[in-house]
């Protein structure tokens, strides 16, 4: 019996979807995008006298009606990877950090083209972590493009998936063109859709005119998204967790009828990134429990609704890859993954998802593994009768060579890697001492070595770089540094 965890019953669940319901239709939401508004009152909703737009249940439950219950993706060329559905489970790096963790020299600072490059070659060796984010934003590339130069880099050097996003509205036309550019055609991307992008509200009940627009624009493109709600439990929602799960869910309906309405049956997840307020500090922790226990409801209530579920999880808020790192981090991904979220993101981030780590995301592969074997659960294994195989452990005084043994260890019993120390003190000791950091700084190097090109075509990486070119030129680069693809 694979394991499960739940923090809502389906009576609670129904009742935060009928306060959301409630919300939308008489307290509305503020919408910045005179389409967006248009697209909403076409179809039932009403804009108030405070111009905050009112989405009847009615809106609300036709556009339930069009939600897709799966939503593909598949690698650059075009080799099937996700099924987001039940509770299948996929992790991938956080995103969009505007810094990253030396480890040679400690410091936090922020990223460039080579660092990106780093990450793209590590995460192609990662083999728990089935896509890629667009996790750095480079610092030396204008702003104006900063969204799309990320999803160049691991296009051109890649092939598993992208998690990313559009920073601006006009952001987003660059980005399909890349992503046309591997596809060859819409028609193409619609059937294999190879990215996925986040669109977040602000909290509380808000959606600005860029966001609303590129849930517009990807739903017409068929270019699926996950809805990040922000909820910030007692400073801009509720201080109840039960609040801040009603207004994720709001938020998030809103943004499912903008998607729906757009075009009937476009790819989406119910996803999130809430957290609670901590107001000693000022800081929003996504390491804290009451975070992850959100997150957690925020998915059963998706899967109350049959639609595909995300969150930001499996992070931590401490600064280096030490202990709260590892604590925060596992705690949370053992919750996402018994929870069945199917989209988790979080591996490799710090410092409350601002800051991405190398050493961090090759240490949360091995968490991503373990977390794996345990959805597995326990079943038995060729294991009754058990008098037999225990007749021959009294015989030989062990089952090392045991037929048994050699059957059932490698799916049985999971090995990591060598960024986990198993070794006993003695060959510690000879194997000089090395240190969680030194191991996966190892770990990391290894993997960039070991990297080897993408496989597609010549003539698509040109086109990703003449598309990018010309977008970088118009903001004002005059070349784009220089990467060996």
Known sequence: MPPT??????????????????????????????????????????????????????VIDQVLKTAPAMVRLFDTLGRPTHELTGDNVYFTPGSAAIHVLDEA???????????YVRYVKVVSGLKHIAAQSTALIPAEVPEAVSDSYRLYLSLLLGEKPVVTGAFSAEGFGVMRDLLLAVRGSGDALRQKPLALFSCCPTAPLKWSRETSQNVIDCARAGVPVEFISMPLSGFVSPVTLVGSVVQHAAETLSGVALSQLA??????LWGGSPAVFDIRTETTPMGAIETMMIDCANAEVGKRLGIPTQAYIALSDSKRLDAQAGHETGMGAVLAGLSGINSISGPGMLDFESCQSLEKLVFDDEICAMV????????????????????ELLRDGHLLIADHTRRHMKEQIHLPGPVIERASLGRWREEGETSLGARATRE?????????????????KQALRERMGAAAREAGLDALPAVEA
């Open 263 to 268: 075009e009937a049956g476009a790819p989406m």
């Open 444 to 460: 990391v190097e290894r993997l960039v070595d070991a990297w080897t090109p993408s496989g597609a075509p010549d003539e698509t």
């Open 372 to 391: 794996a074997r345990m959805r597995r659960g326990i079943e038995p294994r060729d294991d009754f009768p058990a008098r037999p195989l225990f007749e």
């Open 5 to 58: 965890l739940r923090f809502l019953d389906d009576a609670l669940i129904d009742r935060i979807l009928d306060e959301a319901r409630d919300l939308l239709a008489h307290v509305g939401v503020e919408v910045h995008n005179d389409e967006a508004v248009s697209l909403l009152t076409a179809h039932g909703a009403s804009v108030d006298a405070a111009g905050r737009v009112l989405i009847p249940p009615a």
């Open 105 to 115: 020299t400690g410091v936090i600072r922020p990223p460039t083209t080579d660092d």
